[in-house]
């Protein structure tokens, strides 16, 4: 069962990240030929203040 854990700051709107689960969920399957009923993705909304870039938050920098 391919699983695809994708980490994203926080402010994606539900249609940018029903997006990202259909197009990675059909790379898995054109890449490992399993079923698409055994494909997983999970997006995990990271909070602005917890994403470092450069030694600084992403909050910080304005991202």
């Given amino acids: 069962m391919p699983f695809a854990q994708i980490y994203m700051l926080e402010g994606r709107t539900e249609a940018q990240k029903r997006a990202v689960i259909e197009k990675v969920t059909q790379a898995l399957v054109e890449a490992t030929d399993a079923p698409v009923a055994n ?25």
């Fill in 39 to 63: 494909v997983r993705v999970w997006i995990q909304d990271v909070p602005k203040e917890n994403w470092g870039i450069a030694g600084v938050s992403a909050k910080d920098l304005g991202r």
